[in-house]
């Protein structure tokens, strides 16, 4: 390990702005080998509602005092990150690609690179335009389901994608952002569900079917894997902030209160509460008396909600046929994931296997990244470093991509 040749990850959150930075091991990507954190950040955001920019400056300046914590931590500079991009305009949709090759010559990147654009050469909605493309199976001549063509020949090359795609403001906005955050994004912005999932999913889930649940501030990320690919994305406007408002609402207390009552007394569903207390005493601040509510009504008021976010997460499984139908179950990650019982409620919801991820195999200073809220930042982070991107010596690494993340980076890595 060189702490200085490091990666960051920097997950521009609704409710807050969290920057990791792993250092790069020796021999670059070693699947499987654990990764060390060598700093990590966190702050409020501000200038961003439902995961789209409304104020660059405020925005620019949450992300600034992150990855100044970050930086301090550390003792390295950050210049270059891998940028998570969230919202609802993100949507996605497959795509199929056909081109003719020479028989005579052995298929190369090259012949990958053209079949993959050939795939993406589709009508876009208005103000659209491609951020992600996963390639799935490609076809030779017929032979169907080829996971590396590399060295077959053939005349008929064929491939199916799955591209994700957000809004061209949304994006233009978030360039504004980094760049007057004075950090360059590496590649085209990574989906936040994405990015979670890269660190939260085995292979063996992947392969067989599974769904990554992200709870963030004001948003939900879905992502779909089966046979090892990204099959479906899908961003719903609720995340845990709703809970809280609803508790602020319901109970007429402050929002900082309803906050409270969330993170140390709420529990997914009533039927989950242990124990048989019939209320909670709330502290109401520094020198106020304390507050007593009843437990009841807190459960109604947290189940109704959260059984309203997890049958969304069905909707969009039932309209993609995978509804009960994913081996691989379901990993939640996102703040909203630390809401007691909200495994055992989403299993009972969704009719699939359900757990929550925390980050675990991490080395440095992992205990302060032990939160399913940091599944996005470190999947940003460690994707930098499989792609063979990273930052050394406190300069960027323009280059280096490898592999076929170099194709699809450099197909998509500008806007």
């Not at 994405?194 to 939260?200: D, Q, T, Y």
């Not at 690919?229 to 809970?243: A, F, H, L, W």
């Not at 005493?281 to 997890?310: C, F, H």
């Given at each position: 390990?060189?702490?200085?040749?490091?990666?960051?990850?920097?997950?521009?959150?609704?409710?807050?702005?969290?920057v990791?930075m792993?250092?790069?091991?020796?021999?670059?990507?070693?699947e499987?080998?654990?990764?060390?954190?060598?700093?990590?950040?966190?702050?409020?955001?501000?200038?961003?509602?439902?995961?789209?920019?409304?104020?660059?400056?405020?925005?620019?300046?949450?992300i600034?005092?992150?990855?100044?914590?970050a930086e301090?931590?550390?003792g390295?500079?950050v210049?270059a990150?891998?940028?998570?991009?969230?919202?609802?305009?993100?949507?996605?949709?497959?795509?199929?690609?056909?081109?003719?090759v020479?028989?005579?010559?052995?298929?190369?990147?090259?012949?990958?690179?053209?079949?993959?654009?050939?795939?993406t050469?589709?009508?876009?909605?208005?103000?659209?335009?491609?951020?992600?493309?996963?390639?799935?199976?490609?076809?030779?001549?017929?032979?169907?389901?080829?996971?590396?063509?590399?060295?077959?020949?053939g005349?008929?090359?064929?491939?199916?994608?799955?591209?994700?795609?957000?809004?061209?403001?949304?994006?233009?906005?978030?360039?504004?952002?980094t760049e007057r955050?004075?950090?360059?994004?590496?590649k085209?912005?990574?989906?936040?569900?994405m990015?979670?999932?890269l660190?939260?999913?085995t292979?063996?889930?992947k392969e067989?079917g599974?769904?990554?649940?992200?709870?963030?501030?004001?948003?939900?990320n879905?992502?779909?894997?089966?046979?090892?690919?990204?099959?479906?994305?899908?961003?719903?406007?609720?995340?845990?902030?709703?809970?809280?408002a609803?508790?602020?609402?319901?109970?007429?207390?402050?929002?900082d209160?309803?906050?409270?009552?969330?993170?140390?007394?709420?529990?997914?569903?009533?039927?989950?509460?242990?124990?048989?207390?019939?209320?909670?005493?709330?502290?109401?601040?520094?020198?106020?008396?304390?507050?007593?509510?009843?437990?009841?009504?807190?459960?109604?008021?947290?189940?109704?909600?959260?059984?309203?976010?997890?049958?969304?997460?069905?909707?969009?499984?039932?309209r993609?046929?995978?509804?009960?139908?994913?081996?691989?179950?379901?990993?939640?990650?996102?703040?909203?994931?630390?809401l007691?019982?909200?495994?055992?409620?989403?299993?009972?919801?969704?009719?699939l296997?359900?757990?929550?991820?925390?980050?675990?195999?991490?080395?440095?200073?992992?205990?302060?990244?032990?939160?399913?809220?940091?599944?996005?930042?470190?999947?940003?982070?460690?994707?930098?470093?499989?792609?063979?991107?990273?930052?050394?010596?406190?300069?960027?690494s323009?280059?280096?991509?490898?592999?076929?993340?170099?194709?699809?980076?450099?197909?998509?890595?500008?806007?």
């Amino acid at each position: 390990m060189d702490q200085n040749r490091y990666a960051v990850g920097v997950d521009v959150g609704t409710g807050s702005v969290r920057v990791v930075m792993l250092a790069v091991p020796a021999g670059g990507a070693d699947e499987g080998a654990p990764l060390t954190i060598i700093g990590v950040g966190q702050q409020p955001s501000e200038g961003l509602r439902k995961g789209v920019v409304t104020d660059v400056n405020l925005a620019a300046r949450s992300i600034d005092r992150a990855v100044a914590e970050a930086e301090q931590v550390s003792g390295n500079n950050v210049d270059a990150a891998t940028v998570s991009i969230n919202g609802t305009n993100i949507t996605g949709m497959q795509s199929h690609g056909t081109v003719t090759v020479s028989q005579d010559t052995p298929i190369g990147e090259a012949e990958i690179n053209r079949v993959v654009q050939a795939a993406t050469q589709v009508k876009l909605q208005s103000n659209y335009e491609i951020i992600d493309v996963t390639p799935h199976l490609f076809s030779v001549d017929g032979q169907d389901g080829v996971r590396d063509p590399i060295g077959m020949t053939g005349i008929r090359f064929e491939t199916d994608v799955y591209m994700v795609t957000a809004q061209t403001p949304y994006i233009k906005s978030l360039d504004l952002v980094t760049e007057r955050a004075d950090v360059h994004p590496i590649k085209s912005y990574v989906p936040a569900g994405m990015a979670a999932a890269l660190v939260a999913l085995t292979n063996k889930q992947k392969e067989n079917g599974v769904v990554a649940i992200d709870i963030g501030y004001a948003t939900t990320n879905i992502a779909v894997y089966e046979e090892g690919d990204i099959v479906d994305i899908k961003v719903i406007p609720v995340g845990s902030q709703n809970i809280t408002a609803d508790l602020a609402t319901g109970l007429r207390c402050d929002l900082d209160v309803a906050e409270q009552i969330k993170i140390k007394h709420a529990v997914a569903s009533p039927d989950l509460r242990r124990g048989g207390e019939k209320t909670v005493s709330v502290s109401m601040g520094e020198g106020a008396p304390r507050q007593t509510y009843q437990t009841k009504i807190i459960d109604e008021i947290v189940a109704s909600r959260v059984d309203e976010l997890l049958e969304q997460v069905n909707k969009e499984l039932k309209r993609i046929h995978r509804a009960n139908n994913l081996p691989g179950g379901a990993v939640l990650t996102g703040g909203g994931a630390n809401l007691k019982g909200i495994d055992d409620f989403a299993r009972e919801v969704l009719g699939l296997n359900t757990k929550v991820y925390r980050p675990h195999g991490y080395h440095g200073i992992a205990d302060k990244v032990n939160d399913p809220a940091w599944a996005t930042a470190l999947g940003l982070a460690q994707l930098s470093i499989e792609g063979g991107i990273w930052t050394e010596d406190a300069e960027p690494s323009r280059g280096g991509l490898s592999g076929l993340f170099a194709k699809i980076g450099g197909l998509f890595g500008g806007h």
